[in-house]
Every structure is written in structure tokens, then in C-alpha cells.
């Protein structure tokens, strides 16, 4: 259950990015996590918590 979740995880830059789930989908029989405009492999989230209360799900769901 990661929708509506606060995940973070390392961008291609190695910076760390939080964000909101949106949704999960499968993509070449791989499952994908949804933050707001991306797509992230299971394998590449790092941490899975409680959303913070004020946290909405609208704009790219990724901060720095």
C-alpha cells in the first residue's frame, strides 16, 4: 500500500528526492512507483513513510 505514502530515493544524480505516491503501475512486468511526473522502480526507493499531514499530491510530488 504506497499510494498516498511519502517515499524518498537517490535521483541519477545521487541527490536525495522525496516525494508523494500517486499511484503504482506495472511497466514490462516490472512495478513502478508514481511520484508525481516520474516513474521509479521498487529498487530505487530508499524509504517509505506516513505523509506528512500538510503534504498534498499535486505539482511534481519531488522536492530537493
Known amino acids: 500500500a504506497y499510494i498516498g505514502k511519502q ?3 537517490d535521483d541519477e544524480k545521487g541527490v536525495q528526492q522525496t516525494g508523494i505516491v500517486k499511484s503504482v503501475r506495472i511497466a514490462s512486468g516490472e512495478p513502478k512507483i508514481v511520484v508525481g511526473d516520474q ?3 521498487l ?7 506516513d505523509a506528512p ?12
Open 43 to 49: 529498487d530505487k526507493i530508499t524509504s517509505v513513510t
Open 53 to 64: 499531514a500538510a503534504t498534498t499530491t499535486s505539482g511534481t510530488g519531488a522536492t530537493a
Open 39 to 41: 516513474s521509479l522502480a
Open 7 to 9: 517515499v524518498t530515493w
